[in-house]
């Protein structure tokens, strides 16, 4: 199987992406919009939101990897006994 150009990748994913982004927008909106958002505007979630909003600014080829290291959990030993 021929792997696609670039051009080919952006036209494929260009309208989803484009939805993607904004549905995003508008959850964040929703969110800064209602009653108490200041009593969460510290929360760390929010941080951790923005954070993976800065990963997806960098250039690179692992910004998937690094978004999903992001949310994933610290490693603990021990954790299967």
């Not at 909003?53 to 610290?74: C, K, N, P, W, Y």
Request: glycine share 6%; charged share 25%; with cysteine.
């Amino acid at each position: 199987m021929a792997t696609l150009n670039a051009d080919a990748v952006l036209d494929r994913h260009f309208l989803e992406l484009r939805c993607e982004i904004l549905n995003l927008a508008a959850a964040l909106d929703r969110i800064e919009r209602s009653d108490g958002y200041k009593n969460i505007s510290g929360d760390p979630r929010l941080a951790q939101l923005n954070q993976g909003l800065d990963i997806l600014r960098t250039a690179g080829t692992d910004r998937a990897e690094r978004v999903q290291m992001l949310f994933s959990d610290h490693y603990q030993a021990g954790w299967n006994k």
